[in-house]
């Protein structure tokens, strides 16, 4: 059942919030042990929400438009006195003193947070498999990955463990763990909602947003998720747009390009699903054809070294003296080296050397500087693109899941994976994965729809015709 | 010739605080290596005249009032701490002075 | 200008000082900025840098920063903030935020009381660290110490970095630099600039080149220069250490030194770290920063009337040049040019309003303007001698009152000028053999009779009307008998 219809029984009083939290946590108590989707299921704590929900109801309140949703959030925003690791050592143990504030608006709109949900140490990594804590496996097939770094708030939506989740999105990580695990996943407008609790991988790229069953579901969640937070300077200043009430309104009219770039080595099984999305929506009443971006391939290469310079200093505050691992040393020096090298796994370490040296002296303008300017023509190509386009269409990601390990001995191919989602985070713009089917391996495909800055409402207006025409 | 070398690695390392080990050296060269040929096509392009986006939605003038608000509790604060003593944060000796 | 330490080099010296804002928050924060405080109370988690938080602009501190600007003549420019990256225990997050290539301000100068003018650079914001404590070694210094105890309070005020050009040349003028910095700083409300207490801090660079060159020598930054006393000495060793190495012929390594105050020393900060890298990039947590015309215009008809153009106003309508500068100065460091202004205003003498505000009332509230004016009236006009008038003073700032009364009860009547006259003919009659001398042209012996008249009036008699009465009693010689 979703999101959708759990709040509008609850919030009748046809069903209890009680009720409800406790079929998830049978079914986290089924699968859990074997997929890992979480790093700390909450079952107390979610039980004592739910009771509250139901007291406000029977008090004829209203708890708020999520009443009685269960919810699990990603172990990157911080939750006040719950453990918030990353997935890392580094931050093993660490009980934040604050709410994020995605975390206060979800209670304040009565869900009932279930768990921490696992992901690739600090959002880096495609598969889950970066966890210090070991990896998520796909709800569909346990012997493959569920994407990441959002794996485990996939697998969780998936495996029915929660009706949403809430994942953050620096270069994909919640559009590409959707699409493996066949759920729907938000990349929101950069900007659109809040960052403060959301601990930063690459400040300019990192969003957050919702992961659901369905697209009425996710849309409900980022209305809530939404709107301006004084807390967070990069918010944008306006109140959270309406998404819900148009999602019936069809594609009649709509101009969306294929994205031509970004279609070019994908597996045979994506394509197909992909060609067959394009059909469905020209079917409904769109206009569709190819458009092309031709810097969208220089993505990838603008994406790495940006987000790993952000990294480099994101990451500097794990050092041992203020919160989280500290391994001793005869020095402070001695302290910060060994602590970190101790805390951060072989990816978070490759990720910090690759930033730092993006940034020190003699290569910041080839690296970083020369990133930045190549984020400046790809917006440039995709506004050149939107005057003609009123969305892009584009696979999420060029494979199905692929099997724990198979990538795990080569970063680059690693990186590969997000080539088709990167691109939205570079231009600070929403995109969707819908589930569109699945391959000849049984696995789902997820296609994207992108559209401009705030045209989040259009977006999922298309996503919701996808979605029934998959069906 | 590598884009990266043994050297290289071992500086960026120190900067970024990162203990490596002598074998963990050659595998960073080679793996930096490798996502820097990748970055080469940016690294090459000709941007002459293209200015740099730091930020992809562009705001000015973020501001809040000067109201001073709720601090955290010294107690909540150091039950954070590795260490502390006598209401601080407590580190092993610094060799230096602040740069 | 010459060099204080040898006649053939000449000292090259700009100053960066940074200076706390007086706001009520930090920088980022809505934490309390204040001093003093018992340690880590005033921390929150964007000022200890905790994982997930996020800084927004303080918008006093913006309006602090750009009265600095404004008062340094310097252009108020679209800025934003970077990241300067470094390990430090007392940095919370390892990077610090600071303005880099795009500070708010540009391009200004300072002019001191002698007139010179210093150039400003740039004053540009940015966040303080915490405060690091350093147990077990020899005098809580930091080498030796057996380990370092970090306090987070001070971590995110706000600062204002003021980078001089390096055009002053004596170690006078740099104490003057700093001086009428800080008394910009306090006039304008932006800073309380109190060294010790660490809301001022200054870092000289220093260069020593021939005098008549041109070029630029081989500079060294001192640190740790804790009042206005430890720059002009720190400038003074450090320019007599370069000429020296250079008159030997070595060369003047580009580092960082420290000041000790204790032994009177630079000495090199350089340690086996390599050199610093701080990868600076533009802060992605937080936005441009482009104060609107309208905004720059309520700042800047909102500044007070400056130190400089005070004492202008103060020597103008004292008619005074600038040997009344120093007086003036001291005028306006106190804020008392409001209270000079009405005295010179109801006709007292200006140098005499000047030097009596400066050295007198220096230690407590000022005094009622029309009293002050009176005793300034009272003293021209001889009712009471200079003594008396400070006297006089010191009992109105210690509790108010009415000069007449206080001369009254204090027993000042002037004495009338025959008294005198009588006294000073005594004087000469009871001692014929030193006004001999006296008038034989040792002049020392005024002095002698002056004490006489002195003490036969009790001190009441003006000693430049005695001195004026002996004068004329030694051209025109009174009565040989009496």
Known sequence: MGAVEIARDVRAGARTARDVVEEHLAAIADREDELHAFNLVLADEARAAADDVDRRVAAGDDPGPLAGVPVALKDNLCTRGIPTTCSSRILEGWRPPYDATVVTRLREAGAVIVGKTNLDEFAMGSSTENSAFGPTRNPHDPTRVPGGSSGGSAAAVAAGFASLALGSDTGGSIRQPAALCGVVGVKPTYGLVSRYGLVAFASSLDQVGPLASTVADAALALEVLAGHDPADSTSIPRPAPSLVAGLDGGVEGLRVGILRELTDGIDADVAARLAEAAAALEAAGAKVDEASLPTVSLGLSAYYLIATAEASSNLARYDGVRYGLRVDGDDITAMYGSTRAAGFGPEVKRRIMLGTYALSAGYYDAYYGQAQRVRTLIIRDFEAAYAAYDLLLAPTSPSTAFALGAKTADPLAMYRVDVCTIPSNLAGHPAVSVPYGSGKDGMPVGVQLLAPALGEATMLRAAAVLERSAR | ?99 | ?482
């Open chain 2, 1 to 99: 010739m590598a884009l990266i070398s043994r050297e290289d690695v071992a500086h960026v390392a120190r900067l970024a605080r990162l203990d490596v080990g002598e074998d963990e050296l050659d595998r960073f060269a080679e793996q930096l290596g490798a996502v820097l040929e990748q970055a080469a096509d940016v690294a090459a392009l000709d941007t002459a005249g293209v200015p740099p986006t730091a930020h992809p939605f562009p705001l000015v003038n973020v501001l809040r009032e000067d109201v001073p608000g709720a601090s955290l509790d010294r107690d909540e604060v150091l039950a954070m701490a590795p260490a502390a003593e006598d209401g601080r944060f407590r580190v092993p000796r610094i060799l230096g002075e602040a740069p």
């Open chain 3, 1 to 482: 200008m010459a060099t204080t330490v040898a006649t053939d080099w000449e000292m090259v010296v700009g100053l960066e000082v940074h200076t706390e804002l007086a706001t009520a928050t930090k920088l980022f924060c809505a934490c309390p900025n204040a001093f003093g405080d018992p340690p880590n109370t005033n921390v929150c988690p964007v000022c200890l840098g905790l994982p997930g938080s996020l800084p927004v602009l303080n918008r006093q501190a913006v309006e602090l920063a750009m009265r600095v600007g404004l008062a340094l003549h310097c252009r108020v420019e679209p800025s934003i903030f970077h990241r300067k990256n470094y390990f430090y225990p007392d940095m919370p997050k390892d990077y610090q935020v600071s303005q880099y290539d795009e500070p708010i301000n540009v391009g200004g100068w300072l002019e001191l009381p002698d007139g010179s003018r210093v150039g400003i650079t740039r004053a540009h914001m940015e966040e303080d660290t915490g405060k690091s404590t350093h147990v077990g070694g020899e005098g809580g210094r930091i080498s030796g110490a057996d380990h370092s105890l970090v306090d987070y309070n001070r971590a995110g005020v706000p600062l204002v970095e003021i980078v001089s050009e390096p055009d002053i040349r004596s170690s006078e003028q740099a104490k003057a630099y700093v001086n009428e910095l800080r008394a910009i700083l306090v006039a304008i409300g932006a800073s309380d600039a109190r060294m010790e207490e660490g809301s001022l801090r200054i870092d000289a660079n220093i260069s020593m080149r021939p005098v008549g060159s041109a070029a630029l020598g081989t500079r060294a930054e001192i640190k740790n220069l804790n009042s206005v006393r430890s720059l002009g000495r720190a400038v003074e060793y450090e320019a007599r250490r370069q000429v020296a190495l250079l008159e030997a012929g070595e060369v003047v390594v580009q580092e960082t030194r420290h000041w000790n105050e204790d032994d009177g020393r630079t000495s090199s900060m350089r340690s086996k770290e390599e050199a610093y890298d701080y990868r600076y990039f533009p802060e992605p947590d937080l936005v441009a920063l482009a104060p609107p015309a309208e905004w720059l215009g309520r700042v800047r008809a909102g500044l007070p009337a400056l130190p400089a153009e005070r004492r202008s106003a103060l020597l103008a309508a004292a008619g005074l040049d600038a040997s009344g500068a120093w007086a003036a100065a001291t005028v306006v460091q106190l804020g008392l040019d409001d209270l000079v202004l009405s005295a010179i205003g109801a006709g007292a003498d200006g140098r005499l309003a000047l030097n009596r505000a400066a050295n007198e009332l220096a230690g407590g509230p000022a005094p009622d303007p029309a009293a002050f004016a009176k005793v300034l009236r009272m003293e021209g006009d001889g009712q009471l001698t200079a003594t008396q008038a400070k006297a006089v003073l010191a009992q109105m700032v210690a509790s108010g009152g009415d000069p007449e009364d206080i001369a009254r009860v204090k027993g000042f009547e002037a004495l009338a000028g025959d008294v005198v006259a009588e006294a000073v003919d005594a004087a000469i009659a009871g001692a014929p053999e030193e006004w001999g001398r006296y008038v034989g042209g040792e002049a020392k012996l005024a002095g002698f009779f002056v004490g006489k008249v002195m003490a036969a009036t009790k001190g009441k008699a003006d000693g430049k009307a005695v001195t004026a009465l002996l004068q004329d009693r030694r051209s025109s010689p009174p009565p040989a008998t009496v």
